[in-house]
């Protein structure tokens, strides 16, 4: 075995072929004879010879390595998006550079910068609860950087993105708590920058006067998504004259924070719907009665085709499928755990 890295030439100059030949044989295209394809694949194999990777990343104009930015990989909604994300990016022979905001824009920011210096090809993004300032989001748009965001989606011009409909799924739970006899329907929504909290918002207004409900801004709340944030949340509802006897929520882990205060508080009556659909919903008693399904892996699945074909064109290595700007919402579905 030699002490070096053999190259194309070494390979050549053994066999006495081009180095063009030797290249096309480990290709095996079709103008190489089938002798000549052993000779050069076994002499290959017996040098232990790899592709330089730099020269054919060079070559490509690409690293073939997508950056990923997700808030929080303990929740298994972010833990779904990676599964569609991998599934997608290794078949198209990717890598994933996967990392996590933990919800805070220095953070986030940080790793923007990180995957820049690194050349990753293009980056898949779910923005943190804290985001408001988009410059490092500019930083990549400049250096000709594709991004798609997913999910958390930030209030920016030009951008591609994939997410579930929020509207649609605060009208599903409405409906589904009014036919259920629910009279005070309160939310305790996201932080109010989130787009995502302000979608929420605006369905609930909306999906109430359509159903001739009369809308009360005191029955809406936020959360910063903390426990500590959704105590001050529910006691702010729960100091009420008259107290919600629904209470809808920005996700899952807000519902069971909430019905945690609501038990220690020892009240009655008072039923509860979220988003996402975690799978622990499933597994506990006190768990909401239903929960919007927002497609997690689809919406990471989604979302990497799309940023793949964006590189493609980039690389005029296809006409654009879609169009200038591709935003994609899918449907969602309210899954009933149990009866109100």
């Known amino acids: 075995m030699p002490d070096h890295s053999p190259t194309l030439k070494e390979i050549a100059r053994q ?140 209030k920016m011009p030009d951008i591609h993105y994939i997410a579930s409909s929020l509207g649609a799924g605060m009208q599903q739970a409405i409906d589904f708590l009014i036919r259920k006899k629910h009279k005070r329907i309160a939310l305790v929504n996201g932080p109010g920058h989130l787009s995502a909290s302000q979608e929420r918002l605006e369905s609930f207004k909306s999906t109430l006067w359509q159903r001739r409900r009369k809308f009360d801004p005191s029955l809406v709340t936020c959360s910063d998504l903390s426990k500590e944030g959704t105590c001050k949340a529910m006691q702010q509802l729960l100091d009420q004259k008259q107290r919600p006897d629904a209470i809808i929520t920005f996700n899952d882990y807000v519902a069971l924070d909430s019905i945690q205060y609501v038990k220690r508080s020892k009240i009655k009556g008072i039923s509860f719907v979220s988003f996402a659909n975690e799978p622990i919903c499933h597994y506990i008693d006190n768990a909401p009665i239903a929960s919007v399904e927002q497609f997690p892996y689809q919406q990471g699945q989604k979302a990497t085709q799309l940023l793949l074909q964006l590189l493609d064109k980039q690389a005029g290595q296809t006409d654009d499928p879609y169009p200038v700007l591709h935003h994609e919402l899918l449907q969602p579905q309210l899954v009933i755990h149990r009866p109100a």
């Open 15 to 154: 066999l006495n072929v081009s180095v063009s030949t030797v290249s096309r044989a480990l290709h095996n295209h079709y103008s190489i004879g089938l002798r000549t394809k052993m000779q050069v694949q076994k002499l290959a194999s017996e040098l232990h010879y790899e592709p330089n990777q730099t020269a054919i990343f060079f070559k490509q104009k690409r690293t073939f390595m997508i950056g990923v930015i997700l808030p929080n990989l303990s929740q298994d909604f972010f833990a779904s998006i990676v599964n569609g994300i991998e599934d997608v990016a290794y078949k198209e022979s990717y890598t994933v550079m996967l990392c996590q905001s933990r919800d805070d824009q220095a953070r986030e920011k940080q790793l923007v910068n990180a995957m820049k210096s690194q050349r990753v090809d293009g980056v898949l993004i779910s923005i943190s609860k804290d985001t408001t300032n988009y410059e490092h989001f500019e930083l990549l748009r400049r250096h000709k950087i594709p991004m798609v965001f997913l999910d958390r989606i930030p």
